[in-house]
């Protein structure tokens, strides 16, 4: 008994020594124009955010020219609060790699970095200290994408300032033929992570199993520095004779519940499309699936990550900064998440 006494005590002695590292929790901002609107700020306020990453465009090739152009870049109506600093993200299309050599490549570094420079001065800010590229390489554009990154850092702009990129759970799980990219941050993409356009009741955007079998094993032993960032928003994912047709930005909670335009299928996410809705652009028989994210999701995912990464300091960030995502979630549930970590 007394032997186990002891045991008791030494294992809380150790839980009570076993240091916890601070989690800097902000948002990401991915709509085309900013406005400083108050709700929005107070919950950066809320959580002491001290920066925001903010989406400054897409790279995509253009459809006439086939070369790389900006993408519906954002636009500073207002400029960002003064107390928070800018993480320009840059998100750039896996294709766009195919086919560049050694000197559109380089172009394309240059160009990227002057039109970030720009935007970022556009927004109020003259200084910022990390920039954000987010594409989902593969291995076939592996080395041209990690050069990119290698000569945008070199970048003149860009001088002194950290180059940072997001990670998918394959290029964890995979990380051989994915590579490491030539930095010394990356941000784990914890969302879109099922298959959304396979028919069927699954949520793409978060999925506990995928994780585990992505990450339980790999995570850990992973050379980078990791940032996590995980979902707050919800979609519907619109399918028509079982065949994925897209994701419908016209249809709510509130139209899935109203029982003359939908069915909803028994304990499922899955709605039938009772009549011709054109305002949506949907046809009758359409089927809705209503992907969301709950608190209790991300307590499990936070819980499950908070066990297999690096005891380390890092950034949280929720994906992403917008009023009407921002209602689904009190300041206390999003607290419990960052506690978790």
């Given at each position: ?54 989406r ?21 109506k ?14 750039i ?8 050599d050694e ?116 995570l ?11 979902p ?28 003359k ?26 089927v ?54």
């Amino acid at each position: 008994m007394r032997k186990i006494s002891i045991l008791v005590v030494i294992a809380l002695l150790f839980t009570a020594c076993k240091q916890k590292f601070t989690v800097h929790s902000t948002f990401y901002f991915w709509r085309t124009q900013y406005k400083n609107q108050k709700a929005e700020t107070e919950y950066l306020n809320h959580f002491k955010s001290k920066s925001l990453y903010v989406r400054i465009m897409d790279i995509d090739l253009n459809s006439d020219t086939q070369e790389p152009a900006p993408v519906s870049p954002i636009t500073f109506k207002d400029s960002l609060p003064s107390k928070i600093d800018i993480v320009p993200v840059v998100y750039i299309v896996n294709n766009v790699f195919n086919n560049l050599d050694e000197n559109q490549t380089k172009l394309l570094a240059n160009r990227t970095a002057k039109f970030v420079d720009a935007k970022v001065k556009q927004g109020g800010k003259q200084n910022y200290k990390e920039i954000q590229i987010d594409c989902d390489w593969t291995q076939t554009t592996r080395d041209k994408y990690f050069n990119f990154l290698k000569l945008l850092e070199q970048a003149p702009i860009f001088k002194g300032k950290e180059i940072s990129v997001t990670l998918r759970l394959h290029q964890v799980k995979n990380l051989i033929s994915s590579g490491i990219p030539p930095v010394k941050k990356v941000m784990l993409m914890c969302y879109n992570m099922g298959n959304l356009r396979k028919y069927g009741e699954q949520n793409s955007i978060l999925d506990m199993n995928e994780m585990e079998v992505y990450l339980k094993d790999k995570l850990k032993s992973y050379p980078l520095k990791i940032d996590v960032a995980l979902p707050l928003f919800s979609w519907a994912v619109i399918f028509r004779k079982q065949q994925y047709a897209g994701i419908s930005k016209h249809i709510n909670k509130e139209e899935l519940n109203n029982t003359k335009l939908f069915s909803r299928r028994k304990n499922t996410i899955l709605y039938d499309l009772l009549i011709d809705y054109p305002a949506a652009g949907l046809k009758k028989n359409d089927v809705v699936r209503w992907e969301e994210i709950s608190t209790e999701d991300l307590l499990a995912t936070s819980s499950f990550l908070s066990r297999y990464l690096k005891p380390e300091e890092r950034n949280l960030v929720f994906y992403h900064l917008d009023t009407d995502l921002l209602k689904t979630f009190k300041h206390e549930n999003l607290q419990k998440v960052i506690d978790n970590f």
